[in-house]
């Protein structure tokens, strides 16, 4: 049976395709997933005034204790931000906050934009200390991270020598498993000109993938257009790249990785999924496609997919 | 058998009688909500760009792109006050990604297009809050006085379009 779940959380339809489940089974998987994304997005998000992110966004100035799991998403923020020379940089919170995206409300960004630099931490206690006007957004790691950690919960009661699925939240994948009768997952990509059309496909097995794109999330700020994908160097949205999809183990490092592509030159880009032997699958804005032979080995041209 | 391992014994045949009996509730309970995707309510596909009731008047802004087909916002005006957000289409709302699917969504359905999912950049709440943007601006335009606090209170992230209740339970998006 191919049993088809979907929920709302994170702002984001999350849809889980169960093979070989019973609907009880399916329901059971999917409560799991619900409460994982629950507790993610009550934790992490910068939309929800309680959050325990928010909280710790409010903070700035001083010492504030946060749970082992906002520290350690937080350090990975940092470590991310170090291997790109601050592109990448988890103080983006303010500058989208500024656009409207997000809280704070009605944010002013300060002259001088505080950086990963200016955060201090107490790795015995547990404590962040904000600059002023500091505001963090893990986003780019985190949905990843709730994706990857709801599809552990379901692995761990389920048969893998039979069942396997699939979850889609808002357009990044993890799998587990295979489809119907052993076939691996044929996972499309969006084209970013057209919401009505995919641009390729890719099967893949136990793996993440997830697409990373300037298309869908942003607007115009005084006059300037925007989307969410800012370069903190230049505190700018990054030119060049409209989307970039890339294939990992985890959800986590697949989302992580695409995020950094659209931040980064996109030669620093490749030679950092080349380093880390990651399947990629890149579009620029002038159209250009830029991919790697373990991407092409993956792919199935859509002709033989659609009927 | 000893006093106490027969009473171990009882107390752990009525705690797991009672846990089961728990179990079976919940488990009931839940089996009777609606989980069918068929018995989602479909969306209105075509949304009416001026509809006056009693003196209230429905301004539906720009569309814009989602994954799953274009929606657009309107807002319902009423003696310069906001007095309704809606959307009149709902694609993103997720029985519609089966109800109102965009092409390849529709071959995913019908079985098809051998595809079990599309990647694609995350939609989120900033393009619905556009929306309503250009539908409070041509508001003005047409002559309808909006206080600016009632937009404040009406434009905010968590805006979102309207999706079934059990789907409703966040606001926010990353």
């Known amino acids: 049976m191919t049993e ?16 070989g489940f019973s609907s009880s089974e399916a329901d059971a998987a999917l409560a799991r997933a619900e409460d994982i994304f629950t507790e993610y997005d009550l934790r992490f998000s910068r939309f929800k005034s309680e959050s325990e992110l928010m909280r710790l966004n409010t903070s700035n100035g001083s010492w504030h204790k946060v749970s082992i799991e906002l520290f350690q998403v937080i350090k990975k923020c940092v470590a991310l931000s170090a291997e790109t020379d601050g592109s990448f940089d988890p103080s983006v919170g303010g500058v989208l906050a500024s656009y409207g995206y997000g809280l704070p409300l009605n944010f002013e ?11 201090a931490f107490n790795d015995r206690e547990l404590l962040i200390r904000l600059a002023p006007k500091q505001i963090l957004e893990p986003a780019c790691i985190v949905k990843g991270m709730a994706i990857d950690m709801a599809g552990k919960a379901i692995v761990e009661k389920m048969d893998t020598s039979r069942q396997g699925f699939i979850i889609n939240a808002g357009g990044d994948i993890f799998t587990q498993g295979s489809f119907e009768d052993g076939k691996q997952w044929n996972v499309a990509i969006q084209d970013p000109r057209s919401a009505d059309a995919i641009i390729t496909a890719a099967g893949i097995q136990n793996a993440g993938m997830a697409t ?11 006059g300037k257009k925007w989307h969410h994908l800012v370069n903190m160097q230049t505190a700018e949205s990054a030119p060049g790249i409209v989307s970039a999809t890339v294939i990992a183990r985890t959800c986590e490092e697949a989302d992580t990785e695409a995020s950094l592509v659209i931040l980064l030159p996109l030669e620093k880009a490749v030679a950092r999924l080349e380093a880390r032997q990651l399947p990629y699958f890149i579009i620029s804005e002038n159209g250009t496609v830029t991919k790697n032979n373990t991407f092409a080995q993956l792919e199935i041209p859509i002709a033989t997919l659609v009927a | 058998m000893s006093l106490f391992t ?11 009688t009672g846990v089961s009996v728990v179990l079976i509730v919940m488990g009931v309970a839940r089996a009777k909500k609606p989980t069918s995707l068929a018995a989602a309510p479909a969306p209105t596909p075509t949304p009416a760009p001026q509809t006056s009731t009693l003196g209230a008047t429905t301004i539906t802004g720009s569309a814009y792109q989602t994954p799953w087909g274009s929606a657009s916002a309107s807002i319902t005006v009423k003696g310069g006050q906001v007095v ?4 009149p289409s709902v694609p993103n709302s997720p029985p519609s990604i089966y109800a109102e699917p965009y092409l390849i969504d529709q071959a995913l359905k019908a079985g098809s297009a051998n595809i079990q999912g599309v990647s694609g950049a995350t939609y989120t709440s900033i393009a619905f809050k556009s929306s309503l943007q250009s539908a409070l601006a041509q508001a003005t335009t047409q002559g309808q ?27 926010d998006d990353d």
Not at chain 1, 109 to 119: F, M, N, S
């Open chain 2, 84 to 87: 309704a957000v809606s959307m």
């Open chain 1, 109 to 119: 960004l300060p002259e001088v934009l505080p950086t990963y630099r200016d955060l």
């Open chain 1, 4 to 19: 088809h779940r979907i929920f709302h959380s994170m702002g984001i339809p999350v849809h889980i395709t169960m093979v």
């Open chain 2, 145 to 171: 006085s909006v206080s600016p606090s009632t937009n404040t209170a009406v434009v905010t992230p968590t805006a979102k379009p309207t999706v079934p209740q059990r789907y409703r339970d966040d606001d």
């Open chain 2, 6 to 16: 027969k009473n171990l014994e009882k107390f752990l045949i009525f705690f797991f």
């Open chain 1, 212 to 222: 990373s794109g300037t298309y869908q999330t942003g607007g115009e700020h005084h």
